[in-house]
């Protein structure tokens, strides 16, 4: 399996577990979004809270130019550790959550 498969293959086993955990309410839905073709990967909720619309990306993620992006994480979890736990190595997470200027002080990639 090459490195880019692997990487999807990360991604996905991640948002399954972390989804899984997600105590939502009777009418919000958790939606995981796996595109592989584009390389985009969300967690999303979708739904209705009384009568206040739900339509939240929990965690994204984008694989591009053989990096795995973590655009949003909205948990008190880790992904970035737990990719490096995984075999990804810290140069290939990019935190797309910060700003350039800040990337290359995260311990990560830096694009």
Request: proline share 6%.
């Given at each position: 399996?090459?490195?880019?498969?692997?990487?999807?293959?990360?991604?996905?086993?991640?948002?399954?577990?972390?989804?899984?955990?997600?105590?939502?309410?009777?009418?919000?839905?958790?939606?995981?979004?796996?595109?592989?073709?584009?390389?985009?990967?969300?967690?999303?909720?979708?739904?209705?809270?009384?009568?206040?619309?739900?339509?939240?990306?929990?965690?994204?993620?984008?694989?591009?130019?053989?990096k795995i992006w973590?655009?949003?994480?909205?948990?008190?979890?880790?992904?970035?550790?737990?990719l490096v736990a995984?075999?990804?190595?810290?140069?290939?997470?990019?935190?797309g959550l910060h700003?350039?200027?800040?990337?290359?002080?995260?311990?990560?990639?830096?694009?």
């Open positions: 399996m090459d490195k880019i498969d692997q990487y999807r293959n990360h991604i996905q086993t991640l948002l399954n577990q972390y989804a899984q955990d997600d105590p939502v309410e009777e009418n919000i839905e958790v939606q995981l979004i796996f595109d592989r073709d584009r390389d985009h990967y969300q967690w999303m909720n979708v739904g209705w809270q009384q009568s206040k619309r739900i339509y939240r990306c929990i965690i994204h993620f984008d694989i591009k130019d053989g973590l655009q949003q994480n909205l948990t008190d979890q880790n992904p970035a550790e737990e995984m075999g990804v190595p810290r140069e290939d997470i990019i935190l700003p350039p200027y800040k990337r290359p002080y995260t311990n990560y990639g830096a694009a």
